[in-house]
């Protein structure tokens, strides 16, 4: 079974640039759809990013667009989340989460991923 960590977040400036982190362990998800979500404090879960397995193909928010960046590196088992101009509003628990198979349609959808991270915190202060 196979297991996902996210490391990366912390405690930034409005403005500011953090890296998020996801690493795979237990299997490969080199072959898996890779997705970025978060959830701020009482509201719902929302998609971030996401990257095919081979990398080739990205999607974004409208909200993170021009500003962050999903990448991965299948030899590392990792997938990263660049944030860059970060605003107060992108606080929130981020997630990883992965998926074998999934319609472009549907990479927004957070019930189409089978696996999970953790979470990692990013706080933006004003």
């Known amino acids: 079974q196979g297991q996902l960590v996210e490391s990366g977040g912390g405690l930034v400036q409005a403005g500011g640039s953090l890296r998020l982190s996801c690493t795979a362990s237990?299997?490969?998800?080199?072959?898996?759809?890779m997705g970025w979500f978060r959830q701020a404090p009482g509201k719902e879960r929302e998609f971030v990013a996401a990257i095919s397995w081979g990398g080739g193909s990205t999607y974004y928010a409208d909200s993170v667009k021009g500003r962050f960046t999903i990448s991965r590196d299948n030899a590392k088992n990792t997938v990263y989340l660049q944030m860059n101009s970060l605003k107060p509003e992108d606080t929130a628990v981020y997630y990883c989460?992965?998926?074998?198979?999934?319609?472009?349609?549907?990479?927004?959808?957070?019930?189409?991923?089978?696996?999970w991270g953790q979470g990692t915190q990013v706080t933006v202060s004003s």
């Open positions: 989460a992965a998926s074998p198979l999934i319609p472009i349609k549907l990479v927004e959808r957070a019930t189409e991923y089978d696996y």
């Open positions: 237990g299997r490969t998800f080199s072959g898996y759809t």
